[in-house]
C-alpha cells in the first residue's frame, strides 16, 4: 500500500496546484487544462453546485433561507463561497493553496460579505467555538487523508453553532477495476481511481502533481461525525467526485 503524504506534502502539491491553473486544479475537466476555464463558466458550475446543497438542505431540515454565517472548507478560488455569498449573510473561506486564495480575493472585491482565508493548520483554531450556523464542504476532503479528515469533522463541530448544519461530500469506494477504468479514462472528467486507496490524475505532462482521492466507508464517517457529536440527518449519492466513484453529500445536525 502506497504511503500516505505527509503534510508538509499536501501543503506543497496544492500550492502548485494553485499557482499553475487554480481553477483547472479546482474543477478538472479535460478539456479546461490550462487556463481554458472562462471564469463566467466556471462560476457558473458553483452556482450549480451551491443551489442543489441549498435546496437539499431546506428540504431536509429547517434551515432559513439566509444563513447568518457560512464557513466554506477548501474553499479554493471561491467558487462555491461566492454562490453561497447570495444565499448568506457573511461567508468565510478557507484553503491551503496560497495561489488559489489570491486568486480567490481578486474574484471576491465584489462581494464585501466574503472573506477567504489562508489556513495551512491542521485545525481550525483561527476560529471560535460556535461560530457559523453552517460548515460545508464539496469536492476538497476526498483529498485529505482521512486521519486529518477526522480531525477536521471534530473542528467542524466545535466552530458550528448548537442548532447549525455540517454539510460535506465524501467518496465511499471506486466502482470499477483497473482494467475497466482504462478503457473509460478518457469520458471521466473528474478524479479517477487507480486503487483502493487513491486515484491519481496527472498535472501535465512530463511533470506530474499527485491529487490523492481518499474512499471513507459510510459507517466510518457517520461513526467519526457521531463521536464529534453531530448525529446524521441525511445522506444521499453524488457523483461529484466521478462517475466510476460511489460518494455521498452528507448532512449532519448540532444539537
Keep these: 500500500m502506497a504511503l500516505q503524504p505527509s503534510w508538509e506534502q499536501l501543503r506543497a502539491t496544492w500550492a502548485e496546484l ?16 490550462r ?36 464557513l466554506d472548507f477548501g ?19 478557507v484553503d491551503i ?29 483561527c476560529f471560535e467555538d460556535g461560530r457559523f450556523d453552517l460548515v460545508f464542504s464539496h469536492i ?17 463541530a466545535r466552530v458550528c453553532r448548537s ?22 479514462r478518457k469520458r471521466i472528467v473528474d478524479c479517477l481511481p487507480f486503487g483502493l486507496n487513491r486515484a491519481y490524475r496527472n498535472w501535465r505532462r512530463g511533470c506530474p502533481v499527485i491529487f490523492d482521492m481518499y474512499f ?8 467519526a461525525a457521531n463521536h464529534a457529536g453531530l448525529p446524521e440527518i441525511h445522506r444521499e449519492p453524488d457523483q461529484s467526485a466521478g462517475e466510476s466513484i460511489e460518494s455521498f453529500i452528507y448532512i449532519f445536525g448540532k444539537p
Design 97 to 125: 493553496s496560497p495561489g488559489m486564495i489570491a486568486k480567490g480575493r481578486e474574484f471576491a472585491k465584489s462581494a464585501p460579505n466574503v472573506d477567504l482565508r489562508l489556513n495551512e493548520s491542521r485545525d481550525l483554531r
Design 163 to 184: 442548532g447549525g448544519w455540517v454539510a460535506f461530500q465524501l467518496p465511499s469506494r471506486p466502482l470499477r477495476t483497473l482494467s475497466s477504468l482504462a478503457a473509460v
Design 35 to 70: 487556463g481554458k476555464w472562462q471564469p463566467r463558466e466556471f462560476f457558473q458550475t458553483g452556482e450549480r453546485d451551491v443551489a442543489r446543497y441549498h435546496d437539499l438542505l431546506k428540504r431536509v431540515t429547517d434551515c432559513p433561507a439566509e444563513f447568518d454565517h457560512i
Design 18 to 33: 494553485g499557482a499553475k491553473d487554480p481553477l483547472w486544479a479546482v474543477v478538472t475537466w479535460d478539456e479546461k487544462r
Design 216 to 223: 471513507v466507508p459510510p459507517e466510518n464517517v457517520i461513526r
Design 75 to 93: 474553499c479554493g478560488v471561491g467558487r462555491l463561497s461566492l454562490a453561497w455569498s447570495r444565499r448568506a449573510r457573511q461567508v468565510t473561506g
Design 140 to 156: 476538497c476532503l476526498q483529498h485529505v487523508p482521512w486521519e486529518l479528515t477526522d480531525g477536521y469533522l471534530r473542528e467542524f
